[in-house]
């Protein structure tokens, strides 16, 4: 018999990505056990990134920052824009350290399923943004699942007046495969390989 506390923390946490229930209130009780050490510093990591973190206006990343860090920086390839669908995804391409060039967060890909349409995702800015000049290339990084590729196919019609060219990742990607989840190897090639969309 729980407590409504340890309820309430637990159908919290098994809200997150990737835990449910049974693990949810694994975790619960494990910091529970460890009330002074390690919950105090997990109370004090997520009281920081509540009042640290912010969202980019300019590419929906998450960073300390407004602008982020990477459009603030001028080492940066501003004429390569790389669309990518989660926060996490711009994470695990920039930990690969081989695109140079800037980022743009859509927040999701369109889902008839889930009722996700474009006005929902950040496609309307990331279109103003290229018609707004000074690119010449525009990466859709979107995941190899078949939203993934409706999302891209999507845009690339949106952008089919822009004098930009447009590339998707090749996709030695595993189909179904999440960006998040590859390895680094695997991302640096699929990005290496990146071919015109078509
Ligand atoms: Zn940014």
């Known amino acids: 018999m729980a407590s409504q506390e340890i309820e309430t923390l637990a159908s919290a946490l098994a809200r997150l990505p990737g835990l449910g229930p049974r693990s ?40 300390t920052s407004n602008p982020c860090g990477i459009c603030a920086s001028d080492k940066r390839d501003q004429r390569s824009l790389c669309v990518v669908e989660d926060v996490a995804d711009l994470w695990a391409l920039d930990r690969a350290k081989l695109f140079t060039g800037r ?9 008839a399923l889930e009722g996700v349409r474009p006005e929902d995702l950040r496609i309307g800015p990331l279109i103003d943004r290229v018609h707004a000049g000074g690119i010449d290339e525009v990466v859709l990084a979107m995941n190899a699942t078949l939203e993934g590729q409706t999302t891209a196919h999507y845009i690339a019609e949106r952008l089919e007046d822009a004098p930009v060219r447009i590339t998707q990742l090749a996709h030695g990607l595993p189909v179904g495969g999440e960006l998040d989840y590859l390895d680094e190897g695997t991302l640096a090639q699929a990005l290496r390989a990146r071919k015109p969309l078509g």
């Open 24 to 63: 949810a209130r694994r975790a619960v009780l494990w910091l529970v056990k460890r009330r002074e050490t390690s919950l105090v510093q997990l109370l004090d990591a997520l009281a920081n990134v509540r009042e640290t973190l912010v969202e980019c206006d300019t590419c929906g990343n998450v960073d």
């Open 103 to 111: 980022y743009h967060v859509l927040g999701g890909r369109l889902s």
